[in-house]
């Protein structure tokens, strides 16, 4: 399974961009796909999570009600719509997938650990200007 993070780029505060992993070799959606992102000195941070049928969303606090996350199963792609940028979400955001079934009450507990998860892809450069 491989996992390609793209669409990242350079913004000004206020604005928006989208960033999307397309997921290959994987011939079933059956894998739970969260975002995370690292800026420049900080630990790598969850910021949002989707379930396999999309059925479920998780946001972190600082993102929640300006990011949005969804996928189309038939591309194996997921997106992550991001408003309302401003320069503190600047950083390296990755996609990671976990594989499988799932427990969703443990999801809920543990969707921004990066140890829930097994594949990840190369990161993109989201930067926002001030």
């Known amino acids: 399974v491989q996992l390609q993070a793209s669409g990242g780029g350079m913004v000004q505060a206020g604005r928006s961009l989208r960033v999307s992993c397309t997921i290959r070799?994987?011939?079933?959606?059956?894998?739970?796909i969260t975002w995370f992102r690292q800026a420049p000195g900080k630990e790598r941070e969850g910021v949002s999570c989707?379930?396999?049928?999309?059925?479920?969303?998780y946001y972190s606090s600082p993102v929640k009600g300006r990011f949005a996350v969804f996928r189309d199963n038939a591309i194996n792609t997921v997106w992550l719509q991001m408003n309302d940028l401003r320069p503190e979400d600047t950083a390296v955001y990755y996609c990671a997938a976990s594989l499988g079934p799932y427990d969703l009450k443990g999801l809920t507990t543990s969707w921004a650990s990066e140890d829930s998860y097994d594949h990840w892809g190369k990161g993109t450069q989201v930067t926002v200007s001030s």
């Open positions: 989707i379930t396999s049928s999309g059925g479920y969303v």
């Open positions: 070799g994987r011939s079933t959606p059956d894998f739970v």
